[in-house]
């Protein structure tokens, strides 16, 4: 019997194709549009996640502060209040996991006739386990080079590429600034950070080589900023404190007196960023569920304009014994036929705009199962409840009054 009401179905969408197109078109776009921007959306999600990883956990960033000095303040980083004895402080407080102070700076790498502008990065080997960073050939320095300041680099894959092109870097000599370093290790590729910045483009060598050969300071064992690690989430807030207190200690800064310095929590802004991202996908793909609305409204309109030019065919079917849930039937069977096949049309054209989006646009899109499910639940809900009002006017017409209609 259900065979037989699909086959009168597929008869009824023929016997009018270009309505039944016109019918189904809404449903095609509808579907194509949540597939796709749940696509763009979920694929900014994944792009701002692994940003979030590359970055690392549980970070805090402490940043030299401003200072007044004969009535004229300084803007935020102009001044060395940060030390590397200050680093080793923060290293000793609870819930601490590693710290590594850092000095950065611009500078030109040289190898052979290439050359390369690239930002300078003098930390201690702690920064790495910080990141996550990890080697893709090569060796980390040791805290012996630290002690002699010696020049030796880690080299960022964008470095790589720009002056070595095929060559292996590892144990070639680089100049900077005219002194020569010797390539331990090659970086692995983090690609861009939250800010849109290439993690890749840089040259991490010991913090004392950057302070006596190639950035200079100021002032001896001062450093531009501290990065902390909590041993745990639950941690950071009570470590966030204690570094504010200890500094405050140790730079002998009175209450209520502005600070030297600054703390910010990168997790709070990695998570901060996640959440915007997230908001945004809802955001797209409940604008596009409207156009399903739409469709769907079509598809109701439709089927009652179907049911008023059928009505002497259900007086016909009710006289010769069909019950009122078989007319029911037939026409939500419609509905929900039209719905499905623009649905897997839609699914279709969604997924082949999602591709062309990411090849074209080189833009991070994710065609996750969840969503095609999500959009094709959607579609055939959406068919039943709009053609559930056209079939039940149909089922409930008086069988004498069907018959007697021209």
Not at 12 to 26: D, I, Y
Not at 283 to 302: E, Q, R, T, Y
């Amino acid at each position: 019997m259900f065979s037989a009401m699909l086959g009168e179905a597929w008869r009824a969408m023929g016997a009018n194709r270009l309505r039944t197109f016109l019918t189904m078109l809404g449903m095609v776009i509808g579907v194509a549009s949540v597939v796709l921007m749940m696509a763009v959306g979920q694929g900014a999600q994944e792009s701002v996640k692994q940003s979030i990883n590359a970055m690392g956990s549980n970070l805090f960033i402490v940043l030299s502060g401003s200072f007044t000095a004969g009535g004229v303040r300084s803007g935020s980083g102009n001044s060395s209040t940060l030390t590397v004895v200050d680093a080793n402080a923060i290293s000793e407080l609870d819930g601490v996991a590693n710290v590594a102070p850092i000095s950065t700076g611009g500078g030109q790498a040289v190898f052979g006739s290439n050359n390369w502008s690239t930002t300078i990065t003098g930390t201690t080997p702690a920064y790495l386990n910080i990141r996550s960073w990890e080697l893709e050939d090569g060796f980390v320095f040791s805290a012996s080079d630290m002690r002699s300041a010696t020049r030796v680099a880690l080299v960022g894959k964008t470095v790589v590429d720009n002056i070595f092109g095929d060559i292996d870097p590892i144990g070639k000599t680089i100049r900077i600034k005219q002194n020569p370093f010797i390539v331990l290790g090659v970086l692995k590729s983090k690609g861009q950070s939250l800010d849109g910045r290439d993690q890749d483009d840089t040259i991490v060598i010991p913090l004392t080589t950057a302070q006596r050969k190639i950035l200079g300071n100021q002032f001896a064992g001062s450093v531009r900023q501290i990065i902390v690690q909590a041993t745990t989430p639950e941690m950071m807030p009570m470590v966030e404190q204690n570094i504010n207190a200890l500094l405050h200690q140790r730079h002998k800064i009175r209450d209520g007196a502005d600070s030297d310095f600054f703390v910010r929590n990168l997790t709070a802004v990695a998570n901060s960023a996640a959440e915007t991202t997230r908001t945004m996908s809802l955001l797209l793909g409940a604008i596009a569920s409207v156009s399903l609305l739409v469709g769907g409204i079509g598809i109701m309109n439709i089927m009652l304009v179907s049911v008023t030019e059928r009505t002497r065919e259900i007086g016909i079917r009710m006289a010769i014994g069909a019950r009122e849930r078989d007319i029911l039937l037939q026409f939500l069977l419609e509905a929900i036929v039209i719905s499905v096949i623009g649905c897997l049309i839609g699914l279709a054209l969604g997924i082949s705009g999602a591709m062309l989006v990411n090849k074209l646009a080189q833009a991070a899109v994710v065609i996750s199962g969840n969503s095609v499910l999500i959009a094709f639940g959607v579609a055939a809900s959406v068919g039943v409840f709009f053609g559930y009002y056209p079939a039940r006017k149909a089922a409930r017409l008086n069988p004498i009054e069907a018959l007697r209609f021209q």
